[in-house]
């Protein structure tokens, strides 16, 4: 199970935070200031999807390296402290920042600061969970090369 469960969560959580990411700068460069409130509100309540495949993908990550801490599992696992400070200690403070920013309509200095920091910090995110990801296609693609093809 936690063989299915690892890559399913991975892909959501890397999906979640690539959405985020995505809307609000798509919603900031082009978009209105209320479409930009819409997005600002809305991306704390996708911490529903989000921190649950996180959990997910990690519980799973560290079950499946069986105490394993060399090669592409080691550098996998030694991103995983990064990813989650990140998102405890600025992607999820920023977020709710800038949420209760959005919906009292102050777009200050301050406001697009935080935003910015947000950006940098998803973009880093996104970045270290795809070469998780990679890494992990990486060690699955023996796996794959060595099941029987059909006729």
Do not use: C
């Amino acid at each position: 199970m936690p063989r299915l469960i690892h890559p399913l969560a991975g892909v959501v959580a890397l999906l979640t935070i690539a959405t985020f990411w995505l809307s609000t700068v798509i919603s900031e460069l082009f978009l209105t200031r209320d479409v930009v409130i819409a997005v600002k509100t809305t991306i704390p309540w996708g911490f529903l999807l989000l921190v649950p495949a996180l959990a997910a993908t990690g519980g799973s990550g560290v079950f499946l390296s069986q105490g394993q801490r060399t090669g592409l599992v080691g550098k996998k696992l030694r991103r995983m402290p990064f990813i989650a400070a990140n998102g405890i200690l600025i992607l999820i403070p920023s977020a709710l920042f800038l949420a209760a920013r959005a919906r009292s309509g102050l777009f200050d200095a301050s406001f697009y600061g935080v935003q910015a920091l947000e950006l940098l910090a998803g973009a880093t995110n996104i970045t270290l969970l795809g070469l998780n990801f990679r890494d992990g296609l990486k060690l699955t693609q023996w796996r794959r090369k060595s099941r029987p093809k059909p006729a």
